[in-house]
């Protein structure tokens, strides 16, 4: 696909079938995201693949559905974090995705990271692959950095990966005369 149609057809995916990701695939795909640019070229993203332990995949999304509970008793509005958890838990990759820096140059590193993300999330659906950004974990970053053996570097996003089981229409979009102002 050219590029401009990769990303006219890149999608949010929910609904993944359960067959398995080969790890060169996944691994191509991570390929493509470390090519995002970074600030002072510190490259600060890491990644952990969760495809085979599947009741791992399912503790992370069960922390999520545990503090959405806890939210929504204290009459939050929390049904987003439930819902995603229920889509790592079908998807059958999960990717947690860290900053190797921690708090240092925060800014940067986060900008870098998310043109890391886009770039999987790019590739993923130019190989034909679903991809869901997660930034619902971020209500339980600490309780899974633990569960995953992370003291040192710290949990960005996650990414959910599989073969597309739907294709969403696009979303709306503000035009670009809403966006830019010149001057």
Known sequence: MELKEVIKNRRSIRKFASKKLENSIIEEILYYGSLAPSGKNRQPWRFIVIQEDKELKNKIADIMIKKADEKIKRGENAGSI?????????????IAVFNTWNDKIINSNLQSIGACIENICLASTD???????ICDIDCVFKEIEELLGQKNISLVAGISLGYPLEEPDARPRL???ELIEWR
């Not at 439930?82 to 999960?94: G, H, L, Q, W, Y």
């Not at 190989?127 to 950004?133: E, R």
């Open 82 to 94: 439930k819902n995603t958890a229920k889509i790592m838990k079908e998807a059958p990759v999960f």
């Open 127 to 133: 190989m034909g692959i679903g991809s869901l950004w």
């Open 175 to 177: 035009t670009t005369n």
